[in-house]
């Protein structure tokens, strides 16, 4: 991609920091470098990820059964609402693009860092007081929330536990959102290395791009949200609650009107990266590169016009209901765009199995069965019926964890080597892709059928002819955390003694492919030039690294 | 601050108990105004000017009005909502007898258009403003006519004794005849009031500034006045913040950044 890009510097930047005086975990802590940041907020998300994880396997434990097996209704009330909470709005809406947008969008730019590291280094600070005061929601008088992470009116004026920190901690988190996107599109538009023209750019930065865009238009109606809801309970102002003149309906609205574009702020970036993935382990130049760039800001845009599909069965008029309807109908337009495309990708490909391209086949299967049924749901007939009941959730943990989530893996299966200078055991990587697999449809596929025959979503209890599918659904949940136990192990053990990565082990032509592993502090000693489009293989040969068992001549 | 909040909280109970009752009666309505927005007053209708002329209702409604229900030897409330009307008119800011005009009805069968005449001297000689001969007409008309039309515009009233019992309050009427506010009290908010007339005359062109206006403000038909929009204003503030930003990004060449 690039020509004369030979960077030599003997220190990574796990040696070399931005701070001259900070030693130790200040010299991480106050640091602006791009990287440090993203691997910090990789080992806060992973952290909340996991807690998710035993959250969720919690209450597929209460659901073994019918009636009560190990907590009382109450406390399953506040593990499920914690659990989505947890798992939305610190793991899945920060997660790609804020460890691997903040890693990996300097280096595929050809650029020293963000347009604002300090700004970044202020993000990541509100993300993690966003975290203290969740966590600080936990323990104080009135116990923690119970709402669902939705929120719901009136319900959640009236609630005693602690709604108001709970949701000023959302509050906050939006904020590091936002500067996030902020210093995303300024980097966009000002470091791009010379020759890297817009159509130049990798569709991992298209993806990034149109995702922070989204989070700067989109979050700042949630923060006005959240404001009017402690406002009500703070000094009893009607404005949602129907006792003190307010309109729920108005809330309903004013929470998707965000909390949707949200959906594609987390999946947004995720198909950037399948997009990277798989002209790496296909070897072949992505197909429809416009039109899978053009398809992220359609999805960005769309995304905006479709939130009221949350909310068929809430009272709108008939007409706003086909509306809406219709416009979801067409957000499938772009998505199947992508996916049509990734697979003309890969034909006549010479594809090579690695890890990362399992988990990428992983997703198309799993987010086409999520994206499939979501046209169920968009549909007014049929949402009518599976209206919350566990039809909605397996649809969104296919959307979301089998699509964003499966990527998270995949990018970091991908990238890790880039990230660490260390690599992990592949075979083991292999045989977690297919547990995942496993794992994930005797989960959730269960929770498809459970809906269909009626089961509503959100219930402590359930009536006997259930029993035998969430028995099912719960055995899976086991297999799920064993994956991700497995998971875990072996990026925590590659990292503590894992042989030496190659500089590029996948044979990738991105930028970030043409510096060391890891890479040095200001990645680049000169900015490269841009020359080749983004997945022109056919600089492999002149690259400085290349995969072993190919050959430089 | 308990206290003050357990306080206000009785305050809005009793409120809330006392409109109640305002609500019940309104089922079976003898006095007062039943809101009849969008309702068209008969234009064949037939009044009495305060020159004697007979004159049609739809000869007279030929702009924006600003429409009340009175009558001209009135001892109780009238005298100072015309007193009101005519303080608003006179800052309200619109050209009288262009943008807007002002029309009174008496509700009294039996009051002449003498009496009509004098009214109108007392009232339009009050007006600091220069303000046109035309743009304020005061009506009689038989009790037959009048029933009919107060009862178009929802304005029900009883005679007791020899008073009449009714209710206060403005009607804002397009110039097609058609009802499209009421503005309550007795006193009136000269805002108010120019919002009403922008609302009738709504469908032909209004100034720019006029459009900002009811773009910001929008009529809240439960508590009957106009609010400021506040979703609308964030959000076209904060497109253009974005629109500011990315325009920035676009238009203004990049610095080349230069490296050490």
């Known amino acids: ?553 | 601050m308990q206290n003050k909040i357990r306080q206000l909280l009785y305050i809005n109970i009793f409120i809330m108990i006392f409109s109640f009752q305002i609500n019940a009666e309104e089922n079976h309505i003898e006095i007062g105004i039943d809101e009849k927005l969008g309702a068209v007053l008969n234009g064949n209708l037939i009044f009495t000017n305060s020159d004697g002329e007979k004159v049609k209702l739809s000869d007279v409604i030929t702009k924006p009005t600003l429409l009340a229900f009175v009558y001209y030897e009135c001892p109780g409330i009238c005298n100072s909502t015309l007193t009101e009307l005519a303080w608003v008119v006179d800052r309200v800011d619109l050209v009288p007898g262009k943008d807007f005009q002002v029309l009174t009805i008496s509700i009294d069968h039996t009051e002449t258009s003498t009496i009509a005449s004098q009214s109108k001297i007392d009232f339009v000689s009050s007006l600091k403003r220069k303000f046109p001969n035309t743009a304020w007409t005061f009506l009689t008309s038989d009790s037959l006519t009048i029933s009919k039309v107060t009862s178009q515009a929802g304005f029900y009233f009883q005679k007791v004794g020899d008073e009449y019992k009714h209710s206060g309050g403005l009607i804002a009427v397009s110039p097609e005849r058609k009802i499209s506010r009421y503005i309550f009290g007795s006193q009136f908010n000269q805002f108010d009031v120019k919002m009403a007339m922008l609302d009738a005359k709504a469908g032909k062109t209004n100034p720019t500034v006029a459009k900002l206006l009811q773009f910001c403000f929008s009529y809240d038909p439960e508590a009957r006045n106009y609010t400021l929009n506040i979703t609308r204003i964030v959000g076209v503030i904060m497109l253009l913040g974005v629109g500011i930003f990315f325009a920035y990004l676009t238009i203004l060449k990049r610095k080349r950044i230069i490296h050490k």
């Open chain 1, 1 to 553: 991609m690039a020509n004369g890009t030979i960077a030599i510097s003997e220190k990574s930047f796990f040696e070399e920091g931005t701070t001259k005086k900070a030693k130790g975990i200040l010299s991480w802590l106050l640091s602006t470098d791009h990287k440090r940041i993203g691997i910090m907020y990789l080992f806060s998300i992973s952290i909340f990820f996991f807690t998710g994880v035993i959250l969720g396997v919690l209450m597929r434990l209460e659901l073994i059964a019918p009636g009560r097996t190990i907590m009382d209704a109450q406390t399953y009330n506040t593990i499920f609402t914690l659990h989505g909470v947890i798992m939305i709005f610190l793991f899945i809406i920060p997660g790609i693009p804020a460890v691997f947008g903040n890693f990996f969008l300097p280096l595929q730019l050809g650029a020293k860092d963000v347009a604002f590291p300090r700004l970044n280094l202020l993000s990541f600070w509100i993300y993690l007081i966003g975290v203290i005061l969740v966590l600080i929601s936990l323990f104080v008088k009135g116990g923690p929330i119970d709402t669902g992470w939705t929120f719901y009116m009136p319900y959640s004026v009236r609630t005693t536990t602690n709604v108001s920190l709970a949701i000023f901690a959302a509050f906050v988190l939006g904020f590091s959102s936002i500067l996030t996107g902020l210093n995303f599109v300024t980097t966009v538009h000002r470091l791009r290395a010379p020759g890297m023209s817009f159509f130049k750019m990798p569709l991992f930065v298209w993806a990034t791009y149109a995702t922070a865009w989204i989070q700067i238009i989109a979050t700042p109606v949630i923060g006005i949200t959240i404001l009017l809801v402690m406002l009500e309970r703070y000094f009893g102002v009607g404005i949602f609650d129907p006792a003190l003149g307010g309109d729920p309906i108005l809330f309903q609205h004013m929470f998707w009107i965000y909390s949707h574009p949200a959906v594609y702020i987390m999946i947004l970036p995720a198909m950037g990266v399948v997009s990277e993935i798989i002209p790496t382990f296909a070897r072949r130049t992505i197909f429809g590169y416009r039109a899978i760039a053009m398809s992220s800001l359609a999805i960005a845009f769309i995304g905006y016009l479709v939130w009221a599909h949350h909310m068929f069965t809430s009272g709108m008029s008939d007409t706003a209901a086909i509306v809406f309807s219709f416009l979801t109908f067409l957000v499938a337009l772009p998505s199947a765009i992508k996916v049509f495309n990734w697979v003309g990708t890969l034909y006549k490909g010479s594809i090579d199995p690695q890890p990362p391209f399992l988990w990428v086949m992983n997703f198309i299967f799993l987010f086409t069965i999520g994206g499939l049924t979501g046209l169920v749901l968009g549909t007014l007939v049929t949402d009518i019926h599976v209206h919350d009941t566990y039809f909605v959730v397996a649809h969104f943990h296919y959307v979301m964890f089998g699509g964003t989530g499966t990527i998270f893996f995949a990018a970091l299966y991908y990238w890790f080597p880039k990230m660490s200078g260390k690599m992990y055991n592949v075979k083991l990587a292999k045989i977690n892709a297919g547990l995942f697999f496993i794992a994930f449809n005797t989960l959730y596929f269960p929770k498809f059928i459970l809906g269909y025959m009626g089961m509503p979503r959100r219930y402590y209890d359930y009536l006997p002819e259930f029993a035998d599918l969430q028995l099912v659904s719960t055995i899976g949940s086991w297999l799920m955390l064993l994956t991700v136990i497995l998971i875990i192990y072996n990026f925590v053990s590659a990292m503590l003694n894992g042989p030496k990565a190659e500089a590029n082990p996948w044979g990738g032509v991105t930028l970030e492919w043409h510096i060391p592993s890891p890479p040095p502090l200001e990645n680049f000693d000169e900015i490269p030039t841009v020359t080749h489009e983004p997945y022109d293989f056919s600089q492999l040969k002149t690259m400085k690294y290349i995969p072993k068992g190919e050959s430089n001549d």
